[in-house]
């Protein structure tokens, strides 16, 4: 007979049924069915039978009864327990280790109450009671089985500029697979994103943990700059901390000598920053950062890897670090370019947006059609003021006819009426530069040249109207052409001495994810960490704590 799948809508008629029907069989029975099946299993502190009492099968329904997933999956399993059998010891057990862990993951292991969970186990008397428990430890792995897979937040929520879909299980898939696995503790680790990069933050999260109940790195550093050739206080200072964050060996020195000019320098390099050596403003600024800062980075890292957990990043794929200010392609797991770039400025409406998509092409030589944002609130106040401001820029109609200023009257048009739009040709002041790299998006971002090649050597790189300016063009051009052509240089120098614009094909369309993580291990497992330029990092932080998530990692 075809089992019937219940919705909410006649959900409690069926359960009463059934309920109707359990009772007349145990009753009818009981006194037989027991002692054939093998009489009575302990569980926690009552003696369960062998067959499923009218209690437990209806306060199974009830607990289950406001998750439709929930509701259905008992249903069609005729309200078999999962979880709180004697059959299901194994199974049991691996939930209360993965939520006994929970919060190393940096999850809020308080919403799963494990230790309440088990502790109503142990103090089972009846079969009702055993029925909610039941119900209630399939509601708490389902809270956990969404929070470990694909986040404990809904990111744009907190922020509207991280506009990642995300690709979420859904509970009827991850209840069914855990009934179906045959190692529930393998199925349960199974869960969690698979990239090395999630278990190296554990670990670090853990390390960091000791570092703070241990005094942390030490007294922070004071004054604003300190040199090559300087000694004193302050110099002793800055060797201890670096001492005790792993920069430098132990000494007793008190001047700023060449091992400790080399340490900073690494440091230096390793945060992003202008590896001169030298302990400036905001050198100081990051060396004084407290480990909890640092544990803050590493608790947004672990929730947005789980919010790529499920997509596939491609065997080649590009990565951007909007927080690094960086762009690198990844192949086989392994960097095979990387430029520097300059991403969206800290306003609203300017700063980059985090999701991912498909490079499909390039254009070379391109043309910039002006954003109509851009136009109405800096291009037109401008000409009202001098009509020929803005001069490279073509000034078009409807129909992309270039329109001679003279005979336009700006000062008639406000942002709502303007008619026109705006092009800057081919050249090399263009703001595109000479290659632009398109994977079409609602959110009009790509990647591309810039005639402003001196703002790549400032340390925070946040200038653009939110685009994505490549510090080596060319360089990241050629290695995208590489698969596809047997002179990429070649290929491209032709097309880009014409000076006309022309559109490249890839033929292979490479996946391009646009990121935002200010704590990143090294291939090595080693933390680097870059600043929270847009604040993204302090509300997405704020959000976890709210939701549950502690800052002290468990020790187990």
């Given at each position: 007979?075809?089992?019937?799948?219940?919705?909410?809508?006649?959900?409690?008629?069926?359960?009463?049924?059934?309920?109707?029907?359990?009772?007349?069989?145990?009753?009818?029975?009981?006194?037989?069915?027991?002692?054939?099946?093998?009489?009575?299993?302990?569980?926690?502190?009552?003696?369960?039978?062998?067959?499923?009492?009218?209690?437990?099968?209806?306060?199974?329904?009830?607990?289950?009864?406001?998750?439709?997933?929930?509701?259905?999956?008992?249903?069609?399993?005729?309200?078999?327990?999962?979880?709180?059998?004697?059959?299901?010891?194994?199974?049991?057990?691996?939930?209360?280790?993965?939520?006994?862990?929970?919060?190393?993951?940096?999850?809020?292991?308080?919403?799963?109450?494990?230790?309440?969970?088990?502790?109503?186990?142990?103090?089972?008397?009846?079969?009702?009671?055993?029925?909610?428990?039941?119900?209630?430890?399939?509601?708490?792995?389902?809270?956990?089985?969404?929070?470990?897979?694909?986040?404990?937040?809904?990111?744009?929520?907190i922020d509207p500029t991280i506009v990642r879909d995300i690709i979420r299980r859904p509970s009827a898939d991850l209840i069914a697979a855990l009934a179906?696995?045959?190692?529930?503790?393998?199925?349960?680790?199974?869960?969690?994103?698979?990239?090395?990069?999630?278990?190296?933050?554990?670990?670090?999260?853990?390390?960091?943990?000791?570092?703070?109940?241990?005094?942390?790195?030490?007294?922070?550093?004071?004054?604003?700059?300190?040199?090559?050739?300087?000694?004193?206080?302050?110099?002793?200072?800055?060797?201890?901390?670096?001492?005790?964050?792993?920069?430098?060996?132990?000494?007793?020195?008190?001047?700023?000598?060449?091992?400790?000019?080399?340490?900073?320098?690494?440091?230096?390099?390793?945060?992003?920053?202008?590896?001169?050596?030298?302990?400036?403003?905001?050198?100081?600024?990051?060396?004084?950062?407290?480990?909890?800062?640092?544990?803050?980075?590493?608790?947004?890292?672990?929730?947005?890897?789980?919010?790529?957990?499920?997509?596939?990043?491609?065997?080649?794929?590009?990565?951007?670090?909007?927080?690094?200010?960086?762009?690198?392609?990844?192949?086989?797991?392994?960097?095979?370019?990387?430029?520097?770039?300059?991403?969206?400025?800290?306003?609203?409406?300017?700063?980059?947006?985090?999701?991912?998509?498909?490079?499909?092409?390039?254009?070379?030589?391109?043309?910039?059609?002006?954003?109509?944002?851009?136009?109405?609130?800096?291009?037109?106040?401008?000409?009202?003021?001098?009509?020929?401001?803005?001069?490279?820029?073509?000034?078009?109609?409807?129909?992309?006819?270039?329109?001679?200023?003279?005979?336009?009257?700006?000062?008639?048009?406000?942002?709502?009426?303007?008619?026109?739009?705006?092009?800057?040709?081919?050249?090399?002041?263009?703001?595109?530069?000479?290659?632009?790299?398109?994977?079409?998006?609602?959110?009009?971002?790509?990647?591309?040249?810039?005639?402003?090649?001196?703002?790549?050597?400032?340390?925070?790189?946040?200038?653009?109207?939110?685009?994505?300016?490549?510090?080596?063009?060319?360089?990241?051009?050629?290695?995208?052409?590489?698969?596809?052509?047997?002179?990429?240089?070649?290929?491209?120098?032709?097309?880009?001495?014409?000076?006309?614009?022309?559109?490249?094909?890839?033929?292979?369309?490479?996946?391009?994810?646009?990121?935002?993580?200010?704590?990143?291990?090294?291939?090595?497992?080693?933390?680097?960490?870059?600043?929270?330029?847009?604040?993204?990092?302090?509300?997405?932080?704020?959000?976890?704590?709210?939701?549950?998530?502690?800052?002290?990692?468990?020790?187990?």
């Open positions: 007979m075809a089992r019937t799948r219940l919705t909410s809508t006649h959900f409690k008629t069926v359960v009463t049924a059934h309920f109707l029907t359990v009772s007349l069989l145990v009753s009818a029975t009981a006194a037989v069915a027991q002692p054939e099946m093998g009489g009575q299993v302990s569980v926690g502190a009552m003696s369960v039978p062998a067959v499923l009492l009218p209690g437990f099968v209806q306060a199974v329904a009830e607990g289950a009864a406001s998750d439709d997933a929930l509701a259905d999956f008992y249903a069609q399993r005729d309200y078999a327990p999962l979880w709180t059998s004697g059959a299901d010891t194994a199974r049991r057990a691996a939930l209360f280790r993965a939520l006994d862990v929970a919060a190393s993951q940096g999850l809020p292991s308080a919403r799963y109450d494990a230790a309440g969970l088990r502790a109503q186990f142990h103090a089972l008397r009846s079969e009702r009671e055993r029925g909610l428990l039941e119900a209630q430890m399939s509601r708490a792995y389902l809270m956990y089985a969404h929070d470990v897979t694909n986040g404990v937040l809904e990111p744009h929520k179906d696995a045959d190692d529930p503790m393998q199925f349960l680790h199974s869960l969690a994103p698979k990239s090395p990069q999630y278990a190296q933050l554990i670990k670090a999260r853990l390390d960091l943990q000791t570092q703070i109940e241990t005094g942390g790195w030490g007294p922070t550093v004071p004054g604003k700059k300190l040199s090559p050739g300087d000694s004193g206080t302050q110099v002793i200072a800055l060797r201890d901390r670096l001492q005790r964050m792993g920069y430098l060996n132990r000494s007793a020195t008190a001047s700023y000598d060449d091992a400790m000019q080399k340490a900073v320098q690494q440091y230096q390099i390793d945060l992003g920053l202008i590896a001169d050596g030298v302990a400036g403003t905001s050198t100081l600024a990051e060396i004084n950062q407290s480990p909890d800062a640092r544990m803050k980075s590493i608790l947004v890292a672990l929730e947005r890897l789980r919010w790529l957990n499920g997509l596939e990043l491609g065997q080649r794929h590009i990565w951007v670090n909007i927080a690094d200010f960086s762009v690198r392609i990844i192949d086989d797991g392994k960097t095979s370019f990387q430029s520097v770039t300059v991403v969206g400025q800290d306003v609203p409406d300017r700063r980059t947006p985090e999701f991912s998509d498909t490079m499909e092409k390039m254009v070379i030589n391109p043309s910039w059609y002006v954003p109509r944002s851009i136009v109405t609130k800096e291009y037109l106040p401008m000409m009202q003021k001098n009509r020929n401001a803005a001069g490279q820029l073509d000034l078009l109609d409807s129909r992309g006819r270039v329109v001679p200023r003279a005979s336009v009257n700006f000062a008639q048009y406000n942002a709502r009426n303007f008619p026109y739009s705006m092009k800057q040709p081919p050249s090399d002041r263009n703001a595109l530069g000479l290659v632009k790299f398109l994977f079409p998006n609602k959110y009009n971002i790509y990647l591309h040249d810039t005639p402003s090649k001196s703002l790549f050597n400032k340390e925070v790189r946040a200038f653009s109207h939110g685009c994505v300016r490549v510090g080596k063009p060319f360089e990241f051009a050629y290695a995208l052409l590489a698969p596809q052509s047997d002179d990429p240089k070649a290929e491209f120098q032709r097309i880009l001495k014409t000076g006309k614009e022309a559109t490249v094909f890839l033929e292979n369309p490479i996946p391009v994810h646009l990121v935002y993580f200010t704590a990143w291990p090294t291939a090595r497992g080693k933390m680097e960490y870059r600043r929270d330029v847009y604040g993204r990092d302090a509300a997405l932080y704020d959000g976890l704590i709210k939701a549950g998530v502690e800052t002290a990692a468990l020790s187990n």
